[in-house]
């Protein structure tokens, strides 16, 4: 079977039965894809067992791009392209140049933070989200659990189990 | 839903053992003896005298020991006001992830009474040595010394008497913010531990109203203590970011006093509610107001270096063109910049006591850098730096400090363990 095409879902109603839901079903033994609530659910993440997100390191570098970039566009302009005294000061005066680093570094770990959090979190333009069930813009968390990826597992049993920690439906979903 | 927090030991206080006030006083005694044999360098150094042969006022050894009574008189007075401060601010914006170290905070409010009688006996002592605006001579129109700056600004130190005589204006300031600051914390103190027997929410409204009156009054003595007490010595000069440049010193002092504090006493065992989410926070509070005071410092410095008219650029001509004070400014921006910047940036940094304890004594120390760099070049000149009698002096008011914050910690509890938000702040989780 072809991973990422068929998918059981567990649908529930309260936060509360989901998170426990997540920590019963993934210590029986079953790989959660992932899960859709229409808000954030405080400490979800924590019972899926995501790692932290890496998107710091990112933005660091993105900021330290933006801080060489600047210093090096200035430097170029005011030393060696066009050099100009400014208020008797040197050409290269390096308290001047402060406020523009500051605010291409600021500029350039945002820009590169919400590029990198969209290409990463599959939000980028090109994208076409499967939509596993349209409750879960509305009032329903939906638990996708591909059956691929639990192939030891008898579909039946993943189903009951879905069922006894507190689904209060479940269903089938298969994708092309 | 159980009360979580009371599995605690909530009766807790701290025990000022005799081996920890042993080594504090060890500390105090080394302070001391450096501090010795720096007067004792001064008084038979002599070499710096030539202000005598070209005319000047002759330098003499004692007005190095005033001016690093001091440095330490404000950095130390901003160190226990910004505790009592950052408690109000705590009840004020009613935080609950703070519940359990609010009384670390406000403990170091302790200092204030012994700060006020030391600022007020230091300045009758110094007097001149420390502030050029105290001879009367610059106040007398047939004075050949007249100096008409000085005599515009007179009346904000001697309103109502005459310019040149007693400076009442001044000293009933220093009274009055010293007396305020000391009625408020008493009355915090004494509400906050009334807490713990009276149980309920109404000394929580109480202390939070209380808070709100102290910010108010805080918000305008911060900034007038800072002209006062140190901008008031580079008398002809002026920055209108001063007092929230003072202050912003203070408070990352303060902060990291308070993290260092809560550190040890997790340490040794206490506050066992405290997790590294506290800590974390705490932190947070550090790494964030490094970079406030970074942000005034760089304001300040900015806008006199590009504009460069004369009267503002000579009081960073006379810091940074000068052999003594030249090299501490970029050791000042060092030890409150850069290392506190690139140490605490990730997240578990700020998590845990090694990178905080390290980062938090940097600060501490790195801050009575600011302060001597802004007390010393206008009272000294060129005879100030740092040598024995200035590490001498900073680590014996530092040690007493440290005694009287502890000693007024080990008074009543550690937690006030009827604080209303106690519970949410066992369930603070970041």
Known sequence: MERDTNFVLGVFDDEDVLLHAVEEVRASGVKIHEVYSPYP???????????????????????????????????YMMRFDWPMIIGGKDYAAFPDFIPVTFEMTVLLAAFGMVGVFMISSNLKPWAQPRIFDVRSTDDKHIMAIDIANNSAMDLAKIEEILKSSGASEVNKKSFE | MAHDAQHYNLDQKFEFKASTKKSIMTVLVIGAILLGIGIVMAIFGGHHEEGAEAGAHAFHWYERLYANLWINNVYFTGIAIVGVFFFAIQYAAQAG?????????????????????????????????????????????????????IDGKGAFFYWPMAKGTFPVFYIARMVLFFGFWVFFFNKLKKLSYAEDSLGGSTSWYKIRSTSAYFIIFFAVSSSISAWDWVMSIDTHWFS????????????????????????????????????????HDLGKFVFGFTI??????????????????????????????????GPFIFVNIGMNFVLPFLVLMTRDAKRHGVFLKLVCTLIIAGHWVDFFLMVQPGTLGHNGGVGFMEIGMFLVYGSAVALVVLGGLAKGNLIPKNHPMLEESYHHHI
Do not use: C
């Open chain 2, 97 to 149: 992830w703070s519940a359990p170290i609010v009384r670390v905070m406000l403990s170091f409010g302790n200092w204030l009474p012994y700060a006020a009688v030391l600022m007020i006996a230091t300045f009758f002592l110094a007097n001149h040595d420390l502030f050029h605006w105290t001879h009367s001579y610059l106040f007398d129109k047939a004075s050949p010394e007249y100096d008409k700056i």
């Open chain 1, 41 to 75: 659910v405080h400490g979800l993440e924590h019972v899926l067992g995501y790692k932290r997100s890496r998107l710091p390191i990112a933005a660091f570098l993105f900021g330290m791009l933006g801080t060489s970039l600047a210093l090096t566009m200035q430097f």
């Open chain 2, 240 to 279: 209108t970011l001063f007092g929230w440049y003072v202050f912003s010193s203070w408070f990352v002092a303060g902060l990291s006093a308070m993290t260092l504090l809560t550190i040890f006493l997790k340490g040794q065992g206490y506050l066992e509610m405290v997790n590294e989410n506290h800590i």
């Open chain 2, 292 to 325: 406030f005071w970074t942000y005034l410092w760089f304001s300040q410095f900015l806008l006199i270096y590009y504009a460069n008219i004369p009267e503002e650029s000579v009081y960073f001509i006379e810091r940074l063109s000068s052999d003594v004070y």
